[in-house]
T-cell receptor, first 111, second 115 residues
Framework: DAKTTQPTSMDCAEGRAANLPCNHS???????VYWYRQIHSQGPQYIIH???NNETNEMASLIITEDRKSSTLILPHATLRDTAVYYC????????????FGQGTTLQVKP | EAGVAQSPRYKIIEKRQSVAFWCNPI?????LYWYQQILGQGPKLLIQ????????DSQLPKDRFSAERLKGVDSTLKIQPAKLEDSAVYLC?????????????FGNGTRLTVT
């Protein structure tokens, strides 16, 4: 599975959009991009995933570049409850669903 | 729907003792995973079950760790004997099917401290 690179930490003002970048330059054609987050003292929570098209759900939007070497997770109106570690993970369509987590980005939403 | 249930929430033991963790996945989920998360790191997969069969246990330290999933539902993870470096949060996750299109649902974990 391809590896990902994320910034260690980011800040965002409450009510503003949070844009979390992820680089996955070695991604192959059949690999998906997944985002999970982990709030303190809780297990990771699924946010969204995509292959090549942009995706949106009730939690966030996922923007994948045309060459698929990077992506951005967008939380449109960040709240204090969005403070968490955000993990960008790449996995293939042939995999068994297991996720290989990196270090993630710690997002701090400030009032 | 009820989430993934894990118990106990916390456990403190001395090194060389044994310990067991229990997981009840979401009803109907065929795939179950155990992850170990050391403080400050991302979760690391220990073992994956599909129903009651093992799919991947390549990262499980088999000299001291064991896991089973009887009847393809609940699962237990055991450590015997524990070492100081086993101090971590043990997370259980389940998914409807073990595939790329089936998100994982995690429990809140068991925090193990080995003294």
């Amino acid at each position: 599975d391809a590896k990902t690179t994320q910034p260690t930490s980011m800040d965002c003002a409450e009510g503003r959009a949070a844009n979390l970048p992820c680089n996955h330059s070695t991604i192959s054609g059949n690999e998906y991009v997944y985002w999970y987050r982990q709030i303190h003292s809780q297990g990771p929570q699924y946010i969204i995933h995509g292959l090549k098209n942009n995706e949106t759900n009730e939690m966030a939007s996922l923007i994948i570049t045309e060459d698929r070497k990077s992506s951005t997770l967008i939380l449109p109106h960040a709240t204090l409850r969005d403070t968490a570690v955000y993990y960008c993970i790449v996995g293939g369509s042939s995999n068994t669903g297991k996720l290989i987590f990196g270090q993630g980005t710690t997002l701090q939403v400030k009032p | 729907e009820a989430g993934v249930a894990q118990s106990p929430r916390y456990k403190i033991i001395e090194k060389r003792q044994s310990v067991a963790f229990w997981c009840n996945p979401i009803s109907g989920h065929a795939t179950l995973y155990w992850y170990q998360q050391i403080l400050g790191q991302g979760p690391k997969l220990l073992i994956q079950f599909q129903n009651n069969g093992v799919v991947d246990d390549s990262q499980l330290p088999k000299d001291r760790f064991s896991a089973e999933r009887l009847k393809g539902v609940d699962s237990t993870l055991k450590i015997q004997p524990a070492k100081l470096e086993d101090s971590a949060v043990y997370l259980c996750a389940s998914s409807l099917e073990g595939s790329y299109n089936s998100p994982l649902h995690f429990g809140n974990g068991t925090r193990l401290t080995v003294t």
